[in-house]
């Protein structure tokens, strides 16, 4: 504030109508304190008297009067909370103890430009707002971004797998990924095997991982029926033992009569024996049929 050289001049109403006063010279009064000074006192006949004069500088001024924060942009990526501290370009300029804090969380969960009000606190307990920029830009790589997850397969052996099928989010994945095997698993035997994919995503990064192969064997004609429910297990049927040709004659057909009884006996209790060895054959071949079925 520029001080009045009148303010300086105690019985200036007491002076002759007409009587100046000024300064002699400019006083400095940027910063606090007392500081001396010259006033002219010119008369209306041109006389002059020179007056040693101090004048006083006070600020009564809060600190948020005091000083002018300057904002600029903060820059952060996706989820990264930025500092208030880092939107004040002047920062060093403010007196120590000014601390710095957002009016309002800025969200930072998505790209793009976030407006953002910084309360700057001064040590006397006065504030200001500062609006200013937060870019969140993310400058991460697709395979940052990005996790692909995986899932064991089935295959029947020699049978390779698409490699898109180990990859259980891909449709989470951007548009334009390729999935390729890097290192094929070996499904020439049954047996459980791993192989390495590899996920490249559009802006050239890539993932690499492991996932596991199931390898199953392959079905025989055998079994490809038992599924079907159509193999029948086949029993051979017994031949009756000791059954005769059929006899061109009825004398062919004829127990011999000659010989004595016990001859005769023993024979027909061995045609007896392997008629009813025939029928016992027949009986079991035919409960194994119904048991089966």
């Known amino acids: 504030e520029t001080p009045k050289a009148e303010d300086s001049i105690g019985n200036l ?7 100046k006063v000024a300064f002699k010279d400019p006083v400095d009064t940027t910063t606090e304190g007392t500081k001396d000074a010259t006033v002219v006192v010119t008369y209306p006949d041109g006389s002059t008297d020179e007056v040693k004069v101090t004048v006083t500088v006070t600020d009564d001024r809060t600190d948020a009067d005091k000083y002018e924060p300057i904002g ?10 930025p500092d208030p501290a880092d939107g004040i370009k002047n920062k060093e300029d403010l007196p120590e103890g000014t601390e ?16 953002g009000t910084i309360v700057v606190i001064y040590p006397d307990g006065s504030r200001e707002e ?3 920029v937060v870019n969140v830009v993310d400058d991460r790589t697709d395979a940052d971004k990005y996790e692909p997850t995986t899932k064991p397969i089935e ?7 698409d490699a898109k099928d180990t990859i259980t989010n891909l ?3 951007p548009e334009g990924t390729m999935v390729e095997w890097i290192v094929a698993p070996n499904t020439a035997n049954p047996g459980t095997v791993n192989g390495l994919v590899k996920v490249t995503y ?10 596991e192969v199931v390898v199953k064997a392959k079905a025989s004609n055998g079994d490809k029926k038992d599924v079907a429910g159509a193999k029948e297990e086949t029993v051979a049927q017994p031949k009756p ?11 062919q057909q004829e127990l011999p009569q000659t010989g004595d009884a016990d001859t005769q006996a023993a024979s027909v209790a061995g045609v007896l024996m392997t008629a009813l060895a025939g029928l016992f054959g027949l009986g079991v071949v035919a409960d194994k049929k119904k048991r089966k079925n």
């Open 171 to 173: 449709d989470e994945l």
């Open 13 to 19: 109403d007491k002076l002759p109508e007409g009587t």
């Open 130 to 132: 500062i609006k200013v």
């Open 72 to 81: 600029q942009d903060v820059n952060v990526t996706p989820g990264q909370e």
């Open 100 to 115: 710095f804090e957002w009016k309002e969380p800025i969200d930072t969960t998505t790209p793009g430009e976030k407006e």
């Open 155 to 161: 295959v029947v052996e020699g049978q390779v797998p």
């Open 202 to 211: 559009p802006d050239g990064s890539f993932d690499i991982v492991e996932v």
């Open 241 to 251: 033992t000791n059954v005769s040709k059929p006899a061109e004659n009825k004398q």
